[in-house]
């Protein structure tokens, strides 16, 4: 079966940065489309970023454009989300998701069958 296990969080000062990791079991990267997700007390859920298999291409919510990078390492089978420049508003625990589909990128978290832990992330001011 498909698994997923975050690492990477921590509390962190506005400004700083910190590497997300994603390791997957059951399925190599390459057969998986991969999204992170980010909720906050009280929130919903919603995306952040993700990135598809085919060809590689991603996407990043509009929050996020310009600080996080989404990449994957096929020989550790691990997918990362770099995070630099954090804010305070960027506070919440972040959960890596997979679906088996190659060819789309959606930030919607219906279209994602399997789900890590989460992991938590606190950007203080």
């Known amino acids: 079966e498909v698994q997923l296990v975050e690492s990477g969080g921590a509390l962190v000062q506005a400004g700083g940065s910190l590497r997300l990791s994603c390791a997957l079991s059951g399925f190599t990267v390459d057969d998986l489309t991969i999204g992170w997700f980010r909720q906050a007390p009280g929130q919903e859920r919603e995306g952040v970023s993700c990135?598809?298999?085919?060809?590689?291409?991603?996407t990043y919510a509009n929050s996020v454009k310009g600080r996080f990078t989404i990449s994957s390492d096929n020989a550790k089978n691990t997918v990362y989300l770099q995070m630099n420049s954090l804010k305070p508003e960027d506070t919440a625990v972040y959960y890596c998701a997979a679906d088996q589909s190659s060819g789309t990128c959606p930030l919607f978290r219906e279209w994602y069958d399997y789900w890590g832990q989460g992991t938590q992330v606190t950007v203080s001011s």
């Open positions: 990135i598809t298999s085919s060809d590689g291409s991603t």
